[in-house]
Nanobody, 123 residues
Framework: QVHLVESGGGLVQAGGSLRLSCAAS????????MGWFRQAPGKEREFVAA????????YYKDSVKGRFTISRDNAKNTVYLQMDTLKPEDTAVYYC????????????????WGQGTQVTVSS
C-alpha cells in the first residue's frame, strides 16, 4: 500500500507558476513510476506527466510540454510538478498517482492515488 498526499495547489494569475508536491508513505517509493493527472469540472481525468522510478525517463501531455516539469526525490519519497506559464485551461484538481509497473500515461496503470489539490488559474 502506498499513501499519497498532494500539496501546493492554489490560485494564481495566468502566466504565473506553482509547484505541486506529492509525499508518499508506505511501500518502497523508489520502485514505482509516478504520474500527475488532472480533472477539470465536467471533464474526464487526463494525464499530465509521468516519471520513471529512477527519474531518467519522463512523459508529458503535449499541451504542457515546455511549461511543466516533473521530478522526484526518492530520498524524500516525494514527486514534484513545477508548473510555469500557467493558463486558465490548466485549472483543475491535480492528482498524484503511483504505478507499480513504471511510468505510464495510462490511467489504469496506476494503483494508488492521492486526494487531489486544486489549481485555479485566473485570466
Amino acid at each position: 500500500q502506498v499513501h499519497l498526499v498532494e500539496s501546493g495547489g492554489g490560485l494564481v494569475q495566468a502566466g504565473g507558476s506553482l509547484r505541486l508536491s506529492c509525499a508518499a508513505s508506505g511501500r518502497t517509493f523508489s520502485g514505482y513510476g509516478m504520474g500527475w493527472f488532472r480533472q477539470a469540472p465536467g471533464k474526464e481525468r487526463e494525464f499530465v506527466a509521468a516519471i520513471s522510478w529512477s527519474g531518467s525517463t519522463t512523459y508529458y501531455k503535449d499541451s504542457v510540454k515546455g511549461r511543466f516539469t516533473i521530478s522526484r526525490d526518492n530520498a524524500k519519497n516525494t514527486v514534484y510538478l513545477q508548473m510555469d506559464t500557467l493558463k486558465p485551461e490548466d485549472t483543475a484538481v491535480y492528482y498524484c498517482a503511483a504505478s507499480p509497473g513504471g511510468a505510464s500515461s495510462h490511467y489504469h496503470h496506476y494503483a494508488y492515488w492521492g486526494q487531489g489539490t486544486q489549481v485555479t488559474v485566473s485570466s
